[in-house]
T-cell receptor
Framework: EDKVVQSPLSLVVHEGDTVTLNCSYEVTNFRSLLWYKQEKKAPTFLFML????IEKKSGRLSSILDKKELFSILNITATQTGDSAIYLCAVMGFNKFYFGSGTKLNVKP | KAGVTQTPRYLIKTRGQQVTLSCSPISGHRSVSWYQQTPGQGLQFLFE???????NKGNFPGRFSGRQFSNSRSEMNVSTLELGDSALYLCASSLVRGTGAGYTEAFFGQGTRLTVV
């Protein structure tokens, strides 16, 4: 059965800390892996990864994919309270997105 | 470019009633997927429509149904509502590049918050 597993389920850090969120997957016909940030309602797109070993960066956020070991990590450096959100990992199979349950990040001042 | 639009934003229904939610995808996007999100279960896939045809279906009872119109707008219907149907229902649209190349990233609407009392 295709699945996406995220860890940890929740995380509490202080401003300035660095966090690493994990996403492992077992999805047939893998096409790409995506990260989303959900603050209130609509998840907003962060990254799309299709190739192993190529890091994608956007400001303090970065992500990398390992297609051999079937996982991805999302790093956030120098965290800020505005980073508090649920981070969702999704894997695109042949015709369908598979979502993980998300990691709830709480950044305290 | 307008984003994904879901209506209504909030809805309160009583048990046994039925409800219809609407989703207008980004212009040019022909794939529309529906998800149910609850605190306990996370984001659960309901179904996906492409060119007016349901292509994928999640593990939800037959009370949950949907359709897509020729302009790619989609509706989701839930009949005989149960308390457990209270959730945020999200719609996402994607641009399909073509066979083999897959989809682009999915763009989400703001969701419809359904409360069943």
């Amino acid at each position: 059965e295709d699945k996406v597993v995220q860890s940890p389920l929740s995380l509490v850090v202080h401003e300035g800390d660095t966090v690493t969120l994990n996403c492992s997957y077992e999805v047939t016909n893998f096409r790409s892996l995506l990260w989303y940030k959900q603050e209130k309602k609509a998840p907003t797109f962060l990254f799309m990864l299709t190739s192993s070993g190529i890091e994608k960066k956007s400001g303090r956020l970065s992500s990398i994919l390992d297609k051999k070991e079937l996982f991805s990590i999302l790093n956030i450096t120098a965290t800020q309270t505005g980073d508090s959100a649920i981070y969702l990992c999704a894997v695109m199979g042949f015709n369908k997105f598979y979502f993980g349950s998300g990691t709830k990040l709480n950044v305290k001042p | 470019k307008a984003g994904v639009t879901q209506t209504p934003r909030y809805l309160i229904k009583t048990r046994g009633q039925q409800v219809t939610l609407s989703c207008s995808p980004i212009s040019g996007h022909r794939s529309v997927s529906w998800y149910q999100q609850t605190p306990g279960q996370g984001l659960q896939f309901l179904f996906e429509y492409f060119s007016e045809t349901q292509r994928n279906k999640g593990n939800f009872p037959g009370r949950f149904s949907g359709r897509q119109f020729s302009n790619s707008r989609s509706e989701m219907n839930v009949s005989t509502l149960e308390l457990g149907d209270s959730a945020l229902y999200l719609c996402a649209s994607s641009l399909v590049r073509g066979t083999g190349a897959g989809y682009t990233e999915a763009f989400f609407g703001q969701g419809t918050r359904l409360t069943v009392v």
